[in-house]
């Protein structure tokens, strides 16, 4: 198995031959590592997070099998939805 680290470190990776397995990515803002106030631009710093440690492994994201999403407070559920059908 190889670790795969993305830095700064938000989330980690392990690529045990062909599945890349990633927990704990957030959607903080790339540049200040903070998490936004809007919900929207959370979901999308966390994809964008996402991609770039999809890149790194030289997948995409037509390779994601499967996502877990876990929420503290059931109204941002409501947001990503909109989010996913505009996207």
Known sequence: MTA????PFRGSGILAGDPLYLAALQ???PKTHALPG???QETRDCLEDLGRVLNDT???YSDVVSVQ???DDL???LA???FA???
Not at 4 to 7: A, E, K, P, W
């Open 4 to 7: 795969v680290l993305v830095m």
């Open 27 to 29: 959607g903080t803002d």
């Open 38 to 40: 809007d919900f929207g």
């Open 58 to 60: 030289y997948m995409h």
């Open 69 to 71: 999403i876990c929420l």
């Open 75 to 77: 109204e941002p559920k």
């Open 80 to 82: 990503m939805r909109a």
């Open 85 to 87: 059908r505009c996207n």
